[in-house]
């Protein structure tokens, strides 16, 4: 990954099938009929009063030959579509997000880079977007907000960090960028502070695809797999063949939902999380377990459920939203998971050829003020986001 302008520079391999991208744009896929999503079993809490179905992701179907033919280097391996509708549980790629005009860009001023105590001890509050594998442009946005030094080490003293998941896909290191949020997770510590991560859909998929492969899974509408699902949304070999025991682990103990001085932080947009309990405690414990029961069929529904988007951005979303904090606590929600180009619906150039590119200098603040969305659209040449909160608008 090559640095921007002034920017300081900054495995036991498993034994798997080849994890070759098939050349989908060569090869159409037929599109797939539509279905309900299926619960699997999952029954609301009665305490909860009846919601607005959301946007749901659809799902990807398409079976991956063992040993495609290598097509020619993409941007990024996932960049496919299945006849006219991207298939079920795709998350969209740099081909597939719409560019931000310039003058239609939405400015937040965040916190400035001091870091005060917070009191009881406590130092500042930072969130980190989505990440997906860029390295290089994680370790300078978090030198920009002096967390890390010249080095990659932690710097920030008591702060506190949160990312908000999807460490791996698309990018090329996204083991790099779990063993650097472990590693700073253990150096925060030590000072007094802390790095800590919640679950993205993307971990959910590659630790189905590690765990489970060519297996298929209960999808509802025809034969899944986790394997088939992981390369259509990016998946990257370099990041299969790297994947240890401590990264399965690590990622299979995150927490999906915490709630930090008001903010309620979660990877997706979606209100999935309620079918997984009433408290935050009963969340992630519930997601917790379910990964430790090592079920496809359930860990698929579970991935299914969290690729879901868009709850809180179209009519609706403010009491989606307030649904959410009212079962949950917390004033804010904070998310990543939808890239803010997306959410805002402008449309510009696919590859960003003409220079402009998304243009992204914050997070995106909707939904009568009760959401932040922080995946600045990284994978689109975007911004990965680093932001201090609460944001002053």
Known sequence: MTQGAGQEPVVRTATLRDFRVPPYAQTPVPPQTPVPPQTHGAVPHPSLPPRAPEQPAPMPYASVPAHAPVPPRLPHPGNVAVGDEPP??????????????????????????????????????FVVGDVHGYLDELLAALATQGLVDADGNWAAGNARLWFLGDFTDRGPDGIGVIDLVMRLSAEAAAAGGYCKALMGNHELLLIGAKRFADTPVNSGAGTATF???WLLNGGQKSDM???????????????????EDGHLLMHSDTTAYLDYGSTIEDVNDTITAILTRNDADECWDLFRKLTRRFAFRDEGGAEAVRELLTTYGGQRVVHGHSPIPYLLGEVGTEDG?????????????????????????????????????????
């Open 88 to 125: 079920e549980g795709y998350t969209p790629t740099e081909r597939d997000l719409p560019v931000i005009n310039r003058g239609d860009t939405v400015r937040m001023q965040t916190v400035p880079e001091s870091h005060p105590d917070t009191g009881e001890g406590r130092g500042p509050l």
């Open 227 to 229: 394997q088939a699902a």
């Open 241 to 259: 063949d790297r994947l240890q025991d401590v990264h399965l682990q690590w990622m299979s103990r995150l927490d999906a939902v915490i709630e």
């Open 353 to 393: 050829e003409d220079g402009s590119g998304p243009v992204v200098n914050g997070p995106h603040v909707y939904a009568e003020g009760l959401a932040i969305a922080m995946d600045g659209g990284v994978t689109m040449a975007g911004k990965l986001l680093v932001v201090q909160l609460p944001l002053h608008v």
